[in-house]
């Protein structure tokens, strides 16, 4: 079974934009590249859109981002990402051309 790549992207609340890069920084990132199976955990912003975010993804296997995603404080930090969105968030699975 091949990676699991994932492309989250936020819309940000004007208002929220640096306390949520913060906040994710120190509590998401930070745990998630912890975890076993995780290869790469990023979040980006667009140059021209800073509301705009996108969390970029790469595990090692579909076990490891299930994982990932059962974590308990997953859980407890979710509804504070989602409070930052001005729209729902959009994630693509991706895979590489490469596979």
Not at 37 to 42: H, L, S, T, W
Not at 48 to 69: G, K, Y
Not at 74 to 80: C, L, M, R, S, V
């Amino acid at each position: 079974m091949g990676k699991a790549r994932l492309l989250v992207e936020l819309d940000i609340k004007p208002n929220a934009q640096a306390s949520f890069a913060e906040m994710f920084q120190a509590q998401f990132i930070a745990r998630s590249r912890r975890e076993d199976g995780c290869e790469r955990y990023e979040l980006w912003r667009e140059a021209d859109n800073p509301a705009r975010m996108t969390i970029i993804e790469v595990w090692s296997s579909q076990q490891a981002l299930d994982a990932h995603l059962a974590q308990a404080w997953f859980a407890e930090w979710a509804p504070k990402m989602e409070a930052a969105l001005s729209t729902p968030l959009v994630i693509r699975t991706m895979v590489s051309v490469e596979d």
